[in-house]
């Protein structure tokens, strides 16, 4: 868990206050040094030869304890920190540790009792934001055992400096016209604006047994700009599935559905886009720190007034998380691939084979503040050639986004950012460029 470090300093300073000189003696002082360098297995290996004469010593109880809780002997680590509690039943540090180990052991509502009596007393600001970080995954187990409703709303506001991801070009030669150059019309060259963004959305989980669960939710998202409001956009999406859960592995399987609208002033009368589709996924947990996953997609894409353009679409992939040290930098990378297949006969140039990666960095650098980068690219190679440009369309695309969250309270969550957008394209009007600055204010309910 993240920070236990920090349970460990705390621990170990009070304990040096308490101790008297006359305790103080070697084996204890090399035993709190081994704690203190991380090597809880030394340690333990120290105490517990000893443990038939200095059992009862809260000193070394107290020790002993820790080491054993360091070492994932969870329920020895309970028997030497009770005895540390018999005779010091206010040692702060005596129940941070054992509330640790009931954790461990899944005895939530015990853990939860002990968290919640070390916080009545006069700990440090990080330890006491460390054991709220404890009661929320406390929190998160018992919810998993009943069904739960989450909300959240969304406002934000930022710049674009390509609304529309068009090309920067104003002319362009057409081959199927002999070459003949073009002038492209306004609303066919890229466009800068400011926007403003507003959404929310809502979620349940329902489980029906310890592994098996049903989860669904409901999100909306709207885009106005400023002044190009033909290319303002707004979406909602819709899903509902089934999570199964066993020791470290997880299978889920859910059903989707997204409609995108792009300026479509009559109270969303028709769609720009429609997908409706299937997700499966397997997710491994190595440990606390490694995860793997694999995944398979369908979507049916469909384009009312633009039949021409629906495809099903078929995409799987893998990804692998690590987090480093306690959890305060978290890695995330991902590949995957797939295929656009059109539904039409005689527009090749529709469907496409995909393949691509996604890479993602986050570093929470203190209790309330972290830094993000996400980065992906994705090769789109089309099936055969343009009517107008006589090629088959090939395109890659580069995204980059880069920000930092801030959460100044529980559920609250402000997140400026950055992000970048690069189609290369033998095709010219499909190349464009796109940045984006944006503040996003998000509470969650």
């Known amino acids: 868990m ?24 070697d084996l204890l002082l090399k035993a709190k040094q081994q704690l203190d360098n991380g090597d809880a297995q030394g340690a333990y290996n120290l105490l517990i030869p000893l443990q038939s004469a200095r059992a009862g010593n809260p000193e070394y109880d107290f020790l002993l304890g820790s080491a054993a809780l360091g070492i994932g002997k969870n329920t020895e680590a309970v028997f030497a920190l009770e005895r540390v509690l018999a005779v010091q039943p206010n040692s702060a540090p005596a129940r941070a540790q054992i509330a640790r180990a009931y954790f461990n052991l899944k005895e939530t509502e015990t853990a939860k009792r002990e968290f919640e009596n070390v916080k009545k007393q006069d700990v440090p600001p990080e330890i006491s934001a460390t054991i709220d970080r404890f009661l929320d995954a406390i929190a998160r187990v018992e919810e998993a055992e009943r069904t739960t409703i989450r909300g959240f709303i969304e406002v934000g506001a930022g710049w674009d400096s390509n609304v529309n991801s068009a090309t920067a070009d104003g002319q362009v030669a057409v081959p199927s016209f002999g070459g003949t150059i073009f002038s492209l019309a306004p609303a066919s060259q890229e466009q800068e604006d400011a926007f403003i963004s507003f959404g929310g959305g809502v979620s349940f989980t329902h489980p029906f047994s310890k592994r098996l669960s049903m989860f669904g939710g409901l999100a909306y998202q709207n885009k106005n700009n400023v002044n190009e409001t033909d290319f303002s956009t707004y979406y909602y999406d819709a899903n509902l599935g089934i999570a199964y859960r066993r020791d470290r592995d997880t299978f889920t399987l859910g059903a989707q559905y997204n409609s995108f609208f792009v300026d479509n002033p009559q109270l969303y009368s028709e769609a720009y886009r429609n997908a409706s589709g299937l997700t499966g996924q397997w997710q491994h947990d190595f440990d606390s720190r490694n995860q793997v996953s694999f995944f398979g997609q369908y979507s049916n894409l469909e384009y009312p007034g633009q039949d021409v353009r629906n495809a099903d679409r078929y995409v799987g992939g893998a990804g692998y ?23 039409e006969d005689g527009v090749p140039q529709f469907g496409h084979d995909l393949y691509g990666a996604r890479i993602g960095l986050q570093w ?25 440009f006589l090629v088959d369309r090939e395109d890659t695309q580069y995204n980059a986004s880069a920000g930092m969250i801030f959460v100044p309270k529980k559920g609250l969550r402000i997140t400026p950012q950055a992000s970048w957008t690069n189609n290369e394209s033998n095709i ?18």
């Open 2 to 25: 993240p920070n236990l470090k920090r349970f460990a300093l705390f621990s170990t300073l009070l304990l040096v206050i308490s101790l008297s000189a006359s305790a103080a003696d």
């Open 428 to 445: 010219p009007i499909n190349e464009f460029d796109r940045i984006v600055y944006q503040v996003t204010l998000r509470y969650d309910m």
């Open 321 to 343: 998380a690590h987090a480093f040290g306690r959890g305060t930098f978290i890695t995330y990378l991902g590949v995957y691939g797939g295929v656009e297949d059109e539904k």
């Open 364 to 388: 929470n650098v203190v209790e309330k503040f972290a830094l993000f980068f996400n980065g992906s690219a994705e090769r789109r190679e089309y099936g055969g050639p343009d009517p107008f």
